[in-house]
């Protein structure tokens, strides 16, 4: 999946909600009663998404991959723990879990991310955040050194909290190689190291992935 760099990339998978527009026509409908929509999180043709994330780019591009699916997206600043744990989906499942008790019947979307590079024992995987807020890319460069295994995939689990409690997960990655030296200046935090396979061009030098 060439987009799937980033969280905001991941979203692409979303694609897949369109299953959710399969209902009878009786509960299509009810859906498009002002109370239904309203107990449901439902439109028409659709369903209302809140997502959890203080990145209005991230919204953005979720509505936009959304739109033809029918679904709207809104942004939601709300707040809940996020687990210290050894995998993505661990950390993912343990908010959609906080988020359905403090917001049942609700249709909320969250998303964690990593970078994972094989050479560094799939570090700073599940810490990519405080990685970067730390040691920065630049960190992750000095840590590999001149070694020649550059191999690296950034990895994102995007979680899905359903109006009925029900939850989902999505993950998409991107399988590439880790740069000698920081590449462009744009792009979402290891974008300057990160260069995807297949892709010659540098991706932080782009203004969209």
Known sequence: MARLCDPRAAFATLRRLKSLRRRSPFAARAACRPRAAAKTGRCCGGMELGLVTSNADKVRELAAALESAGHTVAQRALEYPEVQAVTLAEVVEFGLERLAQRHAGEALLIDDAGLFVDALGGFPGVYSRYAYDTIGPAGVLT??????????EFRCVLGLL???????????RCCGRITRAPRGAGGFRYHPVLLPAGDVRRRAGRQRV
């Open 162 to 172: 359903l109006p009925d409690g029900g939850r989902q997960q999505f993950r998409g």
């Open 143 to 152: 840590l590999l050194g001149d070694g020649a295994e550059r191999s690296a």
